[in-house]
Nanobody, 123 residues
Framework: QVQLVESGGGLVQAGGSLRLSCVAS????????MGWYRQAPGKQRELVAA???????NYADSVKGRFTISRDNAKNTVYLQMNSLKPEDTAVYHC?????????????????WGQGTLVIVSS
């Protein structure tokens, strides 16, 4: 009943920038935190950045100072501005949202994931 759709990935040279977007839609009652995770080939999924509904942010040490997360609560959308990209940033980037949604007349806990968008940074 809730879908997350990411966009904005692609191929970029080292030092370049990309902006990822993720839109949540469906029977959403409220969204607390939204975040971006990434998974590189052969590695575990890791948190990149997260933001609460109040605007508090959290970043992985590896992206601090280069990436900025933001959100538009009215549009249930989260963004990730990625600057000074490095080859080690290459990964599939997934969006996550937690909160509450409607289903069958009940409120249920939301923990939704998008399909991911591929970011490739060439050296």
């Amino acid at each position: 009943q809730v879908q997350l759709v990411e966009s904005g990935g692609g191929l970029v040279q080292a030092g370049g920038s990309l902006r990822l977007s993720c839109v949540a839609s469906g029977s959403i009652f409220s969204i607390n935190a939204m975040g971006w995770y990434r998974q590189a080939p052969g590695k575990q999924r890791e948190l990149v950045a997260a933001i609460t509904s109040g605007g508090s942010t959290n970043y992985a040490d590896s992206v601090k100072g280069r990436f900025t997360i933001s959100r538009d609560n009215a549009k249930n959308t989260v963004y990730l501005q990625m600057n000074s990209l490095k080859p080690e940033d290459t990964a599939v980037y997934h969006c996550n949202a937690d909160g509450t949604y409607y289903s069958g007349g009940y409120y249920k806990a939301l923990d939704a994931w998008g399909q991911g968008t591929l970011v490739i940074v060439s050296s």
